[in-house]
T-cell receptor, first 114, second 114 residues
Framework: DSGVTQTPKHLITATGQRVTLRCSPR?????VYWYQQSLDQGLQFLIQ???????AKGNILERFSAQQFPDLHSELNLSSLELGDSALYFC?????????????FGPGTRLTVL | AQTVTQSQPEMSVQEAETVTLSCTYD???????LFWYKQPPSRQMILVIR??????QNATENRFSVNFQKAAKSFSLKISDSQLGDAAMYFC???????????FGQGTRLTINP
């Protein structure tokens, strides 16, 4: 158990819908990262937050957005969902968000878009 | 740009034997870090071993060791005395100093034959 929690574990929804994935970092970690793991794209970095502020952006679609709240939990919002958004979404956290900080991964949320 | 390549989609080894997983990377940066992550069927991403680029000595963690060839930009993982619990997807990843995102390879699926 990494100490990072993600809810829900599984999510099944339809095209065009909007979902919210939630992540709680390890106690004491200020930085949260979101990654997407899909069959065709592999593991890709989406976005990083540090202490409530966006720090880095990767291959995140405009239909996707995220935020980190004052209690440091983070939410990833996915809207206008398409079949290709079906993937495993990981949240990771680290102490201060700067290498060589280790990123601890949560168990992931499996999103299925039908 | 930062890239990581794993050329072996699948590998198999007999229990108690030794196996080596290959990884090559490309970066123009001089300060970076390399990692091997394990993803068992549970889908949890688990850090196996890490290597700082500035360190010449190869990292070792119990039965896991790396062969870091900086000039060749190669970073292979050796698993000694393979156990059934080692069966998983293994991902090589890199991160450069000052950046926030882990860049992953495509993964190698390791099967342990009893």
């Amino acid at each position: 158990d990494s100490g990072v929690t993600q809810t829900p574990k599984h999510l099944i929804t339809a095209t065009g819908q909007r979902v919210t994935l939630r992540c709680s970092p390890r106690s004491g970690d200020l930085s949260v990262y979101w990654y997407q793991q899909s069959l065709d794209q592999g593991l890709q970095f989406l976005i990083q937050y540090y202490n409530g502020e966006e720090r880095a952006k990767g291959n995140i679609l405009e239909r996707f957005s995220a935020q980190q709240f004052p209690d440091l939990h983070s939410e990833l919002n996915l809207s206008s969902l398409e079949l290709g958004d079906s993937a495993l979404y990981f949240c990771a956290s680290s102490v201060d968000g700067t290498p060589p900080d280790e990123q601890f991964f949560g168990p992931g949320t499996r999103l299925t878009v039908l | 740009a930062q890239t990581v390549t794993q050329s072996q989609p699948e590998m198999s080894v007999q229990e108690a034997e030794t196996v080596t997983l290959s990884c090559t990377y490309d970066t123009s940066e001089s300060d970076y870090y390399l990692f091997w992550y394990k993803q068992p069927p549970s889908r949890q991403m688990i850090l196996v071993i890490r290597q700082e680029a500035y360190k010449q000595q190869n990292a070792t963690e119990n039965r896991f060791s790396v062969n870091f060839q900086k000039a060749a930009k190669s970073f292979s993982l050796k698993i000694s005395d393979s156990q059934l619990g080692d069966a998983a997807m293994y991902f090589c990843a890199s991160i450069i100093q000052g950046a926030q995102k882990l860049v992953f390879g495509q993964g190698t699926r390791l099967t342990i034959n009893p």
